[in-house]
């Protein structure tokens, strides 16, 4: 399975960005998608999961109510909608794909990563 995340930038304070995360290879849709991300400095942070139901969807407390994951199997598309965007945002978004159906929030249970992109919110 491979992995790859895009559609970073730089936006101000408030505004708005969607990432996608495309997956390639077999069996895709067994796999749960989950975005982290990095800030310079400090270790990788969970943001969000979505299992193959899509109604189990988790998030951090952090973004939650603010950040929207989704996921379009007939792309093996991954998205993330972010809105409110604020400048403790900023880092490297990244998406990985795991095979727990356990909606992990741990970096060591995703098998696979993507390279990441790069969010900067500025105040």
């Known amino acids: 399975v491979q992995l790859q995340a895009f559609g970073g930038g730089s936006v101000q304070a408030g505004g708005s960005l969607t990432l996608s995360c495309g997956i390639s290879?077999?069996?895709?849709?067994?796999?749960?998608v989950g975005w982290f991300r990095q800030a310079p400095g400090k270790e990788r942070e969970f943001v969000s999961v979505?299992?193959?139901?899509?109604?189990?969807?988790g998030y951090a407390d952090s973004v939650k109510g603010r950040f929207t994951i989704s996921r379009d199997d007939a792309k093996n598309t991954v998205y993330l909608q972010m809105n409110a965007l604020r400048p403790e945002d900023t880092a490297v978004y990244s998406c990985?794909?795991?095979?727990?159906?356990?909606?992990?929030?741990?970096?060591?249970?995703?098998?696979?990563w993507g390279q990441g992109t790069l969010v900067t919110v500025s105040s």
């Open positions: 990985a794909a795991t095979s727990s159906t356990l909606l992990s929030r741990e970096t060591s249970d995703y098998d696979y």
């Open positions: 290879g077999r069996a895709t849709t067994s796999y749960a």
């Open positions: 979505i299992p193959w139901n899509p109604n189990r969807a």
